[in-house]
């Protein structure tokens, strides 16, 4: 098992910057390196499900979030729920619209299908930054009828303020920037 330490050092590794992405002045944080990384995959997934423990469910934001949530959903052995972008669900949806760094969105869950209400769900992600993003899926889950037990992200960027807008939401972070 991986130190904190060697865990932040696998990760800062494997993240590829790529400057003015996806608009001029943003420094986009590219976990795919560290994805596509056998070692870096397991390494984020057992650090994220150790955190996850204890959850009903884990959601996975789209999309980056979908392939965390998936690998801690079976580490866990619980579901999974994708948090889709905006007009991919069949209806009928619960949506949430939201401002990020560079524009707006909008998030999507089923309405029907799948039985919230009650349930404990950790929401998991690959970067927070702003914290919109993880905000709408905190209320959009509580809409649901979901208790959301928290947030954990591989990577965050603290300069941008994001564990501020998500408090009192319990927020993990395997690497900090």
């Known amino acids: ?9 696998l990760i800062a590794s494997l993240t590829r910057e790529v400057a003015d992405f996806p608009s001029p002045g943003i420094q986009f944080k590219d976990l795919t390196p560290l994805l596509a990384d056998p070692h870096g995959l397991g390494a984020v ?3 994220l499900a ?3 423990s204890g959850a009903d469910l884990v959601a996975g934001i789209d999309a980056r979030g979908f392939l965390l949530g998936a690998a801690v959903a079976i580490k866990l052995g619980t579901g999974v729920l994708a948090i889709r972008k ?4 069949p209806p009928p949806v619960f949506s949430e619209t939201y401002s990020l760094e560079y524009g707006t969105a909008t998030l999507e869950i089923p309405a029907e299908g799948i039985d919230l209400a009650g349930r404990s769900v ?8 702003t914290g919109g993003t993880i905000a709408a899926a ?3 889950l509580k809409t649901a009828g979901a208790t959301v037990a928290g947030a954990a992200v591989v990577l965050e960027l603290a300069g941008l303020g994001g564990r501020d ?4 939401l319990p927020v993990s972070t395997l690497h900090t920037v």
């Not at 098992?1 to 050092?9: H, R």
């Not at 905006?86 to 669900?89: A, Q």
Request: hydrophobic share 55%.
């Open 1 to 9: 098992m991986s130190t904190d330490g060697d865990l932040a050092e």
């Open 45 to 47: 997934s057992d650090a």
């Open 50 to 52: 150790a955190v996850a």
């Open 86 to 89: 905006g007009g991919k669900l």
């Open 122 to 129: 950790m929401i998991i992600d690959d970067v927070l930054a």
């Open 138 to 140: 905190n209320r959009l």
């Open 165 to 168: 807008v998500l408090a009192p």
